[in-house]
């Protein structure tokens, strides 16, 4: 049989007594962590290609460094096994300065380096916020809260889109860009800090022995991993793809914080509305849309094909990533350490593997971003059949362990 994780309940006094309060300090290191960590490449490359400092290709090496240390960071979480709020504060340092360091410096090679540095951090505060904020949710019985949390991640985006937008109509450039994000993301740290000074709740400490991954696990990762291909075209790239359209950054500029805002809105509605669902099927219903936002834009040339695929890819890539950990609780129940853990590996991979496609074939091709746009809409539709049809034919009460 296989062996389950012993959970050990170990009490601390926590510094945070409402979920109001939870709430508010997990959104904002999700805005710095993750929405100034991973995301803030994304609106203020095309300011960085206009003046000549990087291309399309050297661009895509910077988005691939930042992921490479996404996953590096998750994979040294797992072996290490920090105490999350201590990883939170760390990781939220790194990212503010790291960030601040993109200003002060020039060159393909310490921008490399920079960019890897706060992906590792990035996925501190994201593994971090979610075993400290989240839990702390669930046992003053406000689960379903943790929609308002994962909406910082939106929410940082909006902020990382708007200072971009201001930086290309203000005549700004991008140093400027680097330097109010890495500042901004310093303050809002110095700001909760007192408040992430002990775990808001009982944490759970998981021993080594995890339950075997099966069949239904081994589907659900690979759906995760086309989940990381499909988004991370336009998550990277939006910018970029709409710059070619049209030059005016008012224009193009607008197209990350309206992906931003819907990111940050889709969490709260997926979790008020889709609570129904199976997450299974949220996910299938997820990619679906996903995939139909990343085709239009190949099927229909101008700003609005472009604006369509901001609203729905960044309407559901954050409520994938929620409906996948769900899912993964669902078919391990106590066991599911190592299928999240499995997920979120995965995830990383189809994430390094659009930016390399694309610095691999940047200035081979007319069209750069055609081919793996048409690729990650096909695959999205595949997972999606496939997870639908799994659904419809599984048979109830054996479906999902645990339940």
Same mark, same amino acid.
């Given at each position: 049989?296989?062996?389950?994780?012993?959970?050990?309940?170990?009490?601390?006094?926590?510094?945070?007594?409402?979920?109001?309060?939870?709430?508010?300090?997990?959104?904002?290191?999700?805005?710095?962590?993750?929405?100034?960590? +991973? =995301?803030?490449?994304?609106?203020?490359?095309?300011?960085?290609?206009?003046?000549?400092?990087?291309?399309?290709?050297?661009?895509?090496?910077?988005?691939?460094?930042?992921?490479?240390?996404?996953?590096?960071?998750?994979?040294?979480?797992?072996?290490?096994?920090?105490?999350?709020?201590?990883?939170?504060?760390?990781?939220?340092?790194?990212? *503010?300065?790291?960030?601040?360091?993109?200003?002060?410096?020039?060159?393909?090679?310490?921008?490399?380096?920079?960019?890897?540095?706060?992906?590792?951090?990035?996925?501190?505060?994201?593994?971090?916020?979610?075993?400290?904020?989240?839990?702390?949710?669930?046992?003053?019985? +406000?689960?379903?809260?943790?929609?308002?949390?994962?909406?910082?991640?939106?929410?940082?985006?909006?902020?990382?889109?708007?200072?971009?937008?201001?930086?290309?109509?203000?005549?700004?450039?991008?140093?400027?860009?680097?330097?109010?994000?890495?500042?901004? *993301?310093?303050?809002? !740290?110095?700001?909760?800090?007192?408040?992430?000074?002990?775990?808001?709740?009982?944490?759970?400490?998981?021993?080594?022995?995890?339950?075997?991954?099966?069949?239904?696990?081994?589907?659900?990762?690979?759906?995760?991993?086309?989940?990381? =291909?499909?988004?991370?075209?336009?998550? !990277?790239?939006?910018?970029?793809?709409?710059? $070619?359209?049209?030059?005016?950054?008012?224009?193009?500029?607008?197209?990350?914080?309206? =992906?931003?805002?819907?990111?940050?809105?889709?969490?709260? =509605?997926?979790?008020?509305?889709?609570?129904?669902?199976?997450? +299974?099927?949220?996910?299938?219903?997820?990619?679906?849309?996903?995939?139909?936002?990343?085709?239009?834009?190949?099927?229909?040339?101008?700003?609005?094909?472009?604006?369509?695929?901001?609203?729905?890819?960044?309407?559901?890539?954050?409520?994938?990533?929620?409906?996948?950990?769900?899912?993964?609780?669902?078919?391990?129940?106590?066991?599911?350490?190592?299928?999240?853990?499995?997920?979120?590996?995965?995830?990383?991979?189809?994430?390094?593997?659009?930016?390399?496609?694309?610095?691999?074939?940047?200035?081979?091709?007319?069209?750069?971003?055609?081919?793996?746009?048409?690729?990650?809409?096909?695959?999205?539709?595949?997972?999606?059949? *496939?997870?639908?049809?799994? $659904?419809?034919?599984?048979?109830?009460?054996?479906?999902?362990?645990?339940?």
């Amino acid at each position: 049989m296989a062996s389950h994780p012993r959970i050990v309940l170990m009490k601390t006094q926590p510094p945070l007594q409402t979920a109001l309060s939870i709430v508010i300090v997990g959104l904002a290191a999700l805005m710095c962590g993750i929405g100034v960590g +991973r =995301f803030a490449l994304t609106p203020l490359l095309p300011l960085m290609q206009l003046v000549g400092v990087v291309n399309l290709h050297q661009g895509a090496w910077l988005a691939l460094a930042n992921y490479i240390g996404y996953l590096v960071g998750a994979l040294v979480w797992s072996v290490t096994l920090p105490v999350p709020w201590k990883a939170v504060r760390a990781g939220l340092v790194a990212v *503010s300065l790291l960030t601040l360091a993109m200003a002060a410096t020039a060159g393909l090679p310490i921008w490399l380096a920079l960019r890897f540095g706060a992906g590792v951090a990035s996925a501190y505060v994201l593994i971090g916020v979610s075993a400290w904020a989240v839990s702390g949710l669930a046992r003053l019985a +406000r689960a379903a809260w943790s929609g308002w949390v994962y909406a910082g991640v939106g929410a940082g985006m909006l902020l990382a889109g708007i200072v971009g937008l201001a930086a290309g109509v203000g005549g700004h450039g991008y140093q400027w860009g680097w330097l109010v994000l890495g500042a901004t *993301s310093l303050a809002m !740290t110095a700001c909760i800090w007192p408040f992430i000074g002990g775990d808001p709740a009982i944490r759970p400490v998981v021993s080594k022995a995890t339950a075997a991954i099966d069949g239904r696990g081994a589907h659900l990762i690979v759906s995760y991993a086309i989940c990381g =291909f499909g988004y991370i075209i336009p998550a !990277t790239f939006l910018p970029t793809i709409a710059h $070619e359209v049209i030059a005016n950054p008012a224009v193009f500029g607008c197209l990350w914080p309206a =992906f931003g805002v819907t990111a940050a809105a889709s969490t709260i =509605f997926a979790s008020r509305y889709f609570a129904h669902l199976s997450p +299974r099927m949220v996910l299938a219903g997820g990619q679906v849309v996903m995939a139909l936002g990343v085709l239009t834009p190949v099927a229909f040339r101008g700003v609005g094909p472009l604006l369509f695929e901001a609203l729905c890819v960044g309407g559901s890539f954050m409520v994938v990533t929620m409906a996948g950990i769900q899912e993964a609780q669902r078919l391990a129940g106590s066991g599911a350490s190592k299928l999240i853990g499995a997920l979120s590996a995965a995830f990383a991979v189809g994430q390094l593997a659009g930016p390399l496609v694309i610095a691999l074939i940047a200035g081979h091709f007319a069209h750069t971003f055609l081919l793996p746009s048409v690729l990650g809409a096909g695959l999205l539709c595949a997972s999606a059949l *496939s997870l639908y049809r799994a $659904e419809i034919v599984a048979v109830p009460g054996q479906t999902y362990a645990g339940n």
